[in-house]
DNA sequence: CGAAAAATGGTGGAAACGCACCATTGTGTA
DNA sequence: TACACAATGGTGCGTTTCCACCATTTTTCG
């Protein structure tokens, strides 16, 4: 909220925008995208009612001519990984200097290669966020929150060895060899946020 | 608004202060506060229209040498401990005795660390590091590299028995059931860092 | 000084882990 | 169409955890 006014004021006064349209939540910036199609589109990643990222990949589909500049504050790794895929043309950090955004979304729109604030900081090195499988993910999960295989099992509806098998499975992955270990891997690789979890 | 009034009231009679402005929500706030650029914004985090966080946030790269105040009411401890983590300059219960808050508004603007109103009650009790004994933190960190009590035992030179005991202690401090967890508890307590393990 | 906390040691037992090695079924891709 | 890999299930066994309940000595601090 207060951050897209100040956006809005910024492009306005400093930038020779014109703002045509302005969402609150992801949905909403969809539906307003596809019918105005506008040239750039700013985003905020933490969106309420939907995560940027498929607001990124909707995007794509329906208006693959507009650019994306993406908003994040200190979010999780995971996700700003997540972003970093999804190849959008502008990554910003709110923590950064924002005096020169208006600049570098002129630079955006006319479709030069935009360098990403550096996100060598909140990026995790990746040992592979790719390389878990989604079971292997839920069971890591389960154990950073102090789950056992059974009660892991339990929750995903499966047999207690087949969790065991995935655990060993993280395991050799992430080169640790007790469950206290792994967590440990898993939030130095920032397959695991402190924000995640409870 | 009647808050206002009276803290407004309580600065110029007894605090000797200018007020410069008043604003009857974040957005106003923010806006105010980048044309005026005071020396000390207070706060209410209940506010109409956006949450205090945000207005925070934002005060801090649009007003870097501001120093801020957060006025709280008992509100949920989750956006407290927001509040205290961005690092304002002085939290103040509004059930609290506001006979002194002048003095200690004196005490802010001259850059001196306030001590936080006692905000024990309201907020999530994070363990600090200085809970956890000597032998607690080096068997802490051993759990988080991998090391099993044995492994443990053998580099501090004690007992398997010793090292089992305080593994205990900690799981019973930090409200973990397994070391996964325990580890997972370390890292959102700040115990653990990535940056300090391997 | 005296109490509280830390540090140290032990025994024991049920449960869980860690890690073999076995297998079948589905899905996706070269 | 194969071939890799995910997902699923199993058995077995030595090791370790987790927790209880026992103890003494040293340190710290009001």
């Given at each position: ?135 292997e993910?839920q069971t890591l ?25 995935y ?32």
């Amino acid at each position: 909220m207060v951050v897209r006014k100040s956006i809005h004021d910024m492009l306005v006064k400093h930038g020779s925008f014109d703002v045509i349209g302005e969402a609150a939540d992801g949905i909403e910036a969809l539906t307003l995208s596809k019918s105005l199609n506008p040239d750039l589109l700013i985003l905020d990643i933490a969106m309420p009612k939907s995560t940027g990222i498929e607001v990124i990949e909707e995007m794509r589909r329906w208006c693959p001519d507009t650019k994306i500049a993406v908003l994040t504050g200190v979010s999780s790794p995971n996700l700003l990984q997540h972003v970093v895929d999804s190849k959008v043309d502008g990554i910003f950090l709110k923590s950064g200097d924002a005096s020169h955004w208006a600049g570098e979304f002129h630079a955006i729109c006319a479709g030069e290669d935009h360098e990403h604030a550096d996100l060598s900081d909140v990026l995790p090195r990746r040992t592979d966020a790719r390389s878990l499988t989604r079971r292997e993910r839920q069971t890591l999960f389960g154990i950073a929150r102090g789950e056992q295989n059974g009660t892991i099992a339990e929750r995903l509806g499966i047999s207690a060895n087949t969790v065991d098998k995935y655990r060993t499975s993280i395991m050799r992955k992430l080169r640790a060899h007790t469950s206290a270990e792994l967590v440990t891997r898993a939030f130095k690789d920032g397959l695991l946020d402190a924000s995640e979890i409870d």
